[in-house]
């Protein structure tokens, strides 16, 4: 009950609300006169006082659909409700006309005292008062309201099928009777005119350009969802409701245009243009306004002068946007409502255009104001970023460096301990050496190239020439030793199968054949796993074998509880970390000592302490003004110097030597002259070359760029790539020996741990195409007396362990015939710091013949077979030993043999008779060094006397080539030219055999 008395008094409040607004609405007509002539004035009052009553009413029905039934409700017309007709003739706006609503409030009370049943009838009787199609809107209407609706079901379906469909609200309105009689139009409205004068033409335009007067229909509740209402406007004055399903209702539009004009962003609303676009759109005119307003603004604020609008577009666009086609109008959507789009959007593009309209020095201000704000703020933004990109940037870097730095100290760390332990095994190296000597032991054999990345990165098969020692596996011909050698490169079967059968054959073999077994089970072929992980880097042996931990395991496993100790090959910080990880001693010098002596100035240094006679020049020049002013002191002092050597320090092999001739000097004749004018006494003294020598700095440096060659051009192709590399690392001017025979001879040296120097190995050097690099050597040496020899090899190698300088060194030494004195000269031209290839290459033939050499006579001792003892047992004067003379060729080349396997090639061999006779102890021995690519090879050809050495080792590289060789397919290698230097050497061999003889001591 409670809560029927609050919605009573709810309704009350609003319909008092409403006879608030109906009496304001009297006091808005009461302000309607006419003027002198009768003319009615002010209408535009009557329009607004209507349209706020009409949005109360709309506003508490809402109200009242909410909080009373949920059922939508509407007022009767405030028009007089006991007219039974629309047309109001001679109709006066006076108060008394006015209808009362107060008899509504009744009936609405009168609602209110009905049952349940009652109230639902009423508001089933109040919904077909909102359906004006059904049959019973016009009985309702008028028993309720007394309102006698005309008859308006007819309508003409010929008629609707010409028009679009529009929906809008439902507008509750009165329609004369004169105008459905004769068939004016109407566009959901009707004009009011008032008949009490007649209408001028001004007041005609006034009238028509009076609001309408409108009701729109609350918008429908969750509990009625169907409850939109259309209205179907004819082209006759009609009004249609064909919807009795209460859905939307679409209208046809006139398809007419309506243009109007907008004249400096402002609409003439007494404009005969926009008044008639006005009254034929008066149904969507509120959506209309709400795109003309900022269609104006737009306009005042671009300051546009004349903007034509077309009406049809313009409600065109009105239906799109309340269907959702489109979002918010921008400014092109809006300009497309406009006949003269075009040059309207020509002039709003313009620049500055929008600072003459309407507020545009404000604009202008602001906009100003807006950049230079921003370009404040962006800079401010630039600034902080860059700021905080540097303090990023300063706290990465110095995090990185704090990093690096932590890194490079533990290395260092790492690498000085590595250091001190290098050391502490060295001393006990020495202070056991003889011990060790003479027990068994075990060498690691890592045949390492220590050179620097960028001699690494230019070597073609690194691997290959890492593996050119593979014959140090021969050092198990002494009982007493086991042999670890690390490969560089995965062996095949057949070369391992090669050296398993070479390894087992040896003189004892005769005896007991146990002792070949033996042989095997003392060597052991180890290949590290980072081989296969840096197929490409061309890394040192010892830096793979550092990074294998497997290999350094077994190779832990394998020397348990031995004597063992490393030999290397070039000298690499890496040898440390293996020897330390391994725990065992290195037989070489630190690699700090060993990178100071290894150089080409360095060696200078060595030769210079060891009081050995080197050749004229000077080392470490690191300058071209230097260069210059050195090899013009030097040739100025040494004229009879016809070739002058260039080597860099760090390149070994001939690869980093070029030279140049001194007879292309235009002025080296006049300096001959000048010799002989002053004679050898005054050419001495400083005045007398001082002539030359300026001579000879104004033309060098053509000089070298015209003449000068690298010794190898496909490591340094021209003479500028050279001097380049040459001032970056240092290097040596020397003289070549003044004299057209030549002999160079390497001597191998083992510098004991205990003090000692033995000398293990020497021999003459045979040459390729390059005069300056040794690819084969000839045993034993025939040049220089084997005292001289043995007494020079000493002086170095006590010069060397002054410098702490242990392990394997090789001497380069070059002889020749000095033609003033005529006096046999020898110069000490080059040091390495190595295990020579010539020193691995004598342990296989060393073992092969079981001999060995002899340093006193300088001779190849090999033991008699056992069949030739047989038969000279009886003879005590002859020796048990006789003399036989190898050739050695370390790295032979020939591209063709990689279409060979090994096997077929031993075949090819075996059918020319190229072998060994182990009984006689001479042929041809091989070593292999790949199985995949199968390019290089060593060989070494035993005979009784070094000229059917060298015949022998000619006709077996002849013979190869031609087998493996066609006419078009020669290919590439080094035989020709190493055929060539043997055919020189065997002319020279008798004059260094009657020099021998003259310098052998008497016996």
């Not at 009795?244 to 398809?255: D, E, F, G, I, K």
């Not at 077979?865 to 048990?880: G, Y």
Request: with cysteine.
């Amino acid at each position: 009950m409670s809560n029927t008395l609050e919605k009573e008094d709810h309704l009350g409040a609003v319909l008092c609300q409403v006879q608030d607004d109906l009496r304001q609405l009297k006091c808005g007509l009461g302000k309607i006169t006419k003027n002198d002539r009768g003319e009615a004035l002010d209408v535009q009052a009557l329009d607004t006082a209507i349209c706020k009553t009409e949005s109360s009413i709309r506003k508490h029905a809402e109200d009242y659909l909410k909080t009373v039934t949920k059922e939508l409700l509407v007022l009767p017309s405030i028009e007089d409700l006991q007219k039974d007709t629309v047309q109001i003739p001679n109709w006066k706006p006076t108060l008394e006309s006015l209808p009362d609503v107060r008899p509504q409030r009744k009936e609405f009370e009168y609602l209110q005292e009905f049952s349940p049943g009652e109230k639902q009838r009423s508001a089933l009787a109040m919904r077909l008062l909102y359906n004006p199609t059904h049959p019973n809107n016009r009985t309702i209407m008028h028993q309720r309201f007394g309102i006698s609706l005309p008859d308006i079901h007819q309508r003409s379906t010929s008629t609707a099928k010409h028009h679009r469909i529009i929906t809008g609200p439902v507008v509750n309105m009165a329609v004369q009777e004169e105008d459905i009689s004769t068939g004016s139009k109407c566009r959901c409205h009707k004009q009011v005119k008032f008949e009490t004068e007649p209408e001028s033409d001004c007041e005609r335009i006034d009238t028509e350009c009076t609001p309408l007067l409108t009701t729109k229909a609350p918008p429908p509740s969750a509990n009625s969802k169907s409850m939109d209402h259309s209205c179907d406007i004819q082209g006759t004055n009609e009004l249609t409701f064909n919807n009795p399903q209460n859905l939307p209702v679409q209208a046809p539009v006139n398809t007419s245009k309506y243009p109007f004009t907008i004249i400096k962003g402002r609409i003439n609303p007494m404009a005969t243009d926009f008044c008639h676009f006005k009254q034929s759109f008066g149904l969507c005119w509120s959506n209309v306004v709400d795109v003309l307003d900022p269609l104006e603004k737009l306009l005042r604020d671009f300051a546009v002068p004349l903007a034509k609008v077309s009406g049809e577009r313009l409600v065109d666009f009105v239906h799109e946007l309340d269907n959702g086609l489109r979002q918010a109008p921008p400014v092109i959507s809006l300009l497309s409502v406009l006949e003269n789009q075009e040059e309207v959007l020509s002039l709003v593009s313009r620049a500055g255009q929008r600072y003459k309209g309407v507020g545009g020095v404000e604009a202008a201000a602001i906009h100003i104001q807006s950049y230079w704000r921003r370009y404040i703020a962006r800079t401010a933004y630039l600034r902080h970023c860059r700021r905080k990109w540097a303090a990023g940037t300063i706290a990465i870097s110095w995090l990185m460096h704090s990093q690096m730095r932590r890194v490079r100290n533990a290395l260092q760390a790492r690498r000085f301990r590595q250091l001190e332990n290098y050391r502490s095994r060295a001393q006990h190296l020495a202070a056991n050496w003889t011990h060790i000597q003479t027990s068994k032991r075990t060498i690691i054999h890592i045949p390492s190239l220590g050179y620097s990345h960028s001699q690494r990165q230019n070597l073609r098969g690194f691997d290959i020439l890492q593996n050119v020692q593979i014959s140090r596996l021969c050092d198990i011909r002494d009982k007493n030793v086991e042999v670890i050698y690390i490969c560089p490169r995965h062996l095949g079967y057949d070369v391992l199968d090669y050296y398993t059968s070479l390894l087992g054959t040896d003189e004892a073999t005769d005896e007991d054949d146990t002792h070949a077994s033996s042989f095997l089970r003392r060597c052991i072929i180890l290949t590290p796993e980072a081989v296969d992980y840096f197929p490409n880097r061309n890394m040192c042996l010892s830096t793979l074998l550092k990074y294998s931990p497997r290999t350094l395991k077994r190779v832990r496993n394998l020397i348990q509880g031995k004597q063992t100790y490393i030999v290397g090959g070039v000298a690499h910080v890496d040898d440390l970390a293996v020897a330390d990880e391994l725990g065992v001693p290195i037989l070489a010098p630190e690699p700090a000592i060993a990178q100071l002596y290894s150089t080409k100035s360095g060696g200078r240094r060595i030769f210079a302490g060891a009081d050995v006679e080197v050749p004229p020049g000077q080392g470490d020049i690191y300058s071209l003004n230097q260069l210059h002013e050195t090899l013009a002191e030097l040739m100025t002092q040494n004229l009879d110097v016809q070739r002058w050597l260039f080597k860099l320090d760090s390149e070994n092999g001939g690869r980093g030597t070029a030279y140049c001739d001194a007879c292309h000097l235009r002025c080296f004749n006049w300096a001959l002259q000048e010799h002989v004018h002053y004679g050898p006494v005054l050419w001495n003294t400083a005045w007398i070359q001082e002539s030359v020598l300026l001579r000879y700095l104004d033309e060098i440096p053509e000089w070298l760029a015209r003449y000068a060659r690298p010794a190898k051009t496909s490591y340094y192709p021209t003479w500028a790539c050279f001097l380049k590399t040459f001032l970056r690392q240092g290097g040596v001017v020397e003289a070549y020996p003044p004299s057209d025979s030549v002999t160079c001879l390497t001597v191998d040296l083992l510098l004991e741990p205990g003090g000692e120097v033995t000398m293990l190995s020497w021999g003459d050097q045979l040459h390729g195409s390059c005069q300056l690099q040794a690819i084969g050597y000839t045993v034993p040496q025939t040049s220089v007396n084997p005292q001289t020899l043995h007494a020079i090899c000493m002086r170095v190698g006590q010069a060397c362990l002054q410098r702490l300088i242990l392990g394997y060194v090789s001497v380069d030494l070059a002889t020749f015939l000095d033609h003033n004195t005529r006096e046999q000269k020898v110069w000490a031209i080059d040091l390495d710091l190595t295990y020579s290839n010539q020193l691995a290459m004598t342990q296989m033939f060393l073992m092969m013949t079981g001999g060995i050499l002899n340093c006193r006579t300088g001779c190849l001792e090999v033991p008699m077979s056992i069949k030739e003892r047989c038969c000279e047992h009886q003879n005590a004067a002859k020796p048990p030993v006789v003399n036989r003379c190898a050739v050695i060729g370390s790295h032979l080349f020939h591209s063709n043999l990689s279409m060979l396997y090994h096997a077929v090639f031993f075949k090819m061999c075996k059918t020319h008779g190229i072998g060994f006779n182990m009984k006689k102890r001479k042929g041809t021995v091989f070593a292999l060094y790949d199985s995949s690519e199968r390019c290089s090879l060593g060989m070494i050809t035993i005979s009784e006397d070094l000229q059917g050495a060298l015949v022998t080792f000619a006709q077996n590289l002849s013979v190869i080539h031609q087998d493996i060789s066609a006419s078009q397919t020669q290919g590439e290698t080094n035989f020709k030219e190493l055929i060539k230097d043997i055919d020189d050497v065997l002319q020279m061999t008798v004059q260094h055999r009657m020099r021998a003889v003259e310098h052998k001591p008497a016996t």
